[in-house]
């Protein structure tokens, strides 16, 4: 359990002997390669592992520098666009998220060789985040941005998080996935590969950051053939469902965070960005089947549903609005395209599933668009 201490200095005297991801499916160990590249005062052996060479530190907004006095073994994420980060660096899984029902797992399943099991992850979230349960866990480093902590919900303040920076571990993280929120616009953003370059910094794995920059680079020169013409593109429309029979909708603008970047990365139409209709993060507002049938998108992409199969979801929601007598009147229900929207958190790993299977829907691209095989080689270590 993850407040039993003594089986908790057990299990981390076994990594430290062993170097095994333990909690995770991967070859990968808990001490990976650092490459040249960023290592941070870290010094690489002949067998790949990482030794560090003393105290470093990696800078992130809005924490600005942060200090290590050796690399984290243990850590608590936010969300699955962190965790995701770390399964692509090799390492065991978060003991803690925000909420970990949100972190979907089966993405790996696209890829043999990588798999993780979050059964004995925590979920901050429970009617409240209360420090104990960060005391509870011990990370050694906390991947989540403060500003969260403090403005999802009433209940944290400053001093709590600077308790919990002074007790147990430090604070680094930002909140990439969405630029919407009010209460994080003073500080910068990242893109998904920079802050995961910053996330490998701080585990000093960033041979294997690089390995997946250069992937990803050799991913988006495929999509390039694959995306059309911009008169061909279609208008879409990201929507939050939230039951197998929506009346109702929350709206999502396609912005520059990361939950978005498939849809960028494949050029489509924000059928939203010229309406009057408001940015339910900033917002918080609602669309019901009338508004979404004046505004009536080429395509709808629903979020809410990564959980379900693609057949159980057309079985489901998809059914359910050919069958509402305003929603079957709509373009993208008449067409059957009706898709799955993606998650709002997602890592270099999820981000090439989400982007391949949203090339395929949209665009109807054959074939697959990256190498699995290399995927789960970087993963391991193995490159």
Not at 149 to 161: A, M, P
Request: aromatic share 10%; glycine share 10%.
């Amino acid at each position: 359990m993850a407040d039993d201490d003594s089986t908790e200095l057990s299990r981390r005297k076994l990594i430290a002997g062993t170097g095994a991801a333990a909690g995770t499916l991967l070859a990968g160990c808990t001490s990976g390669g650092s490459g040249t590249n960023g290592n941070d005062g870290g010094t690489t052996t002949g067998d790949g592992t990482t030794k560090s060479g003393g105290p470093y530190s990696v800078s992130i907004e809005p924490m600005g520098s942060v200090e290590f006095e050796s690399v984290p073994k243990t850590w608590v994420a936010n969300n699955g666009s962190w965790a995701d980060m770390g399964v692509a660096l090799g390492l065991e899984p978060p003991k803690g998220m925000w909420m970990t029902s949100r972190y979907y797992t089966r993405y790996y399943d696209e890829i043999p060789g990588v798999s993780v099991d979050k059964s004995g992850m925590v979920s901050l979230y429970q009617d409240g985040v209360s420090k104990e349960r960060f005391y509870s866990l011990d990370g050694d480093v906390h991947v989540i941005d403060p500003n969260f902590l403090q403005n999802r919900f009433k209940g944290w303040k400053q001093s709590d998080v600077d308790e919990i920076r002074k007790n147990i571990g430090p604070f680094f993280g930002n909140s990439i996935f969405s630029r919407g929120y009010e209460w994080h616009k003073d500080y910068r953003y990242y893109t998904l590969y920079q802050a995961f370059g910053k996330l490998a910094k701080v585990f000093q794995r960033t041979d294997r950051y690089d390995a997946f920059s250069s992937l990803h680079d050799t991913f988006q020169s495929k999509l390039d053939s694959v995306v059309p013409p911009k008169k061909k593109r279609p208008s879409v429309a990201v929507l939050w469902a939230s039951s197998n029979k929506p009346e109702t909708f929350l709206p999502y603008l396609i912005d520059e965070g990361t939950s978005f970047k498939q849809w960028r990365d494949l050029k489509v139409k924000d059928a939203l960005a010229n309406t009057s209709v408001k940015n339910f993060h900033s917002g918080r507002g609602k669309v019901d089947y009338e508004t979404l049938l004046q505004v009536d998108p080429d395509v709808l992409l629903l979020r809410g549903h990564e959980q379900k199969t693609e057949e159980k979801f057309q079985n489901t929601v998809v059914s359910s609005m050919k069958n509402h007598n305003v929603g079957s009147k709509l373009t993208a229900v008449k067409n059957g395209d009706v898709y799955r929207g993606g998650p709002l958190y997602q890592g270099p790993i999820t981000n090439l599933v989400l982007t391949e299977r949203a090339a395929k829907q949209l665009y109807g691209a054959s074939g697959k668009l990256f190498d699995r095989k290399r995927v789960a080689n970087i993963v391991n270590g193995e490159f």
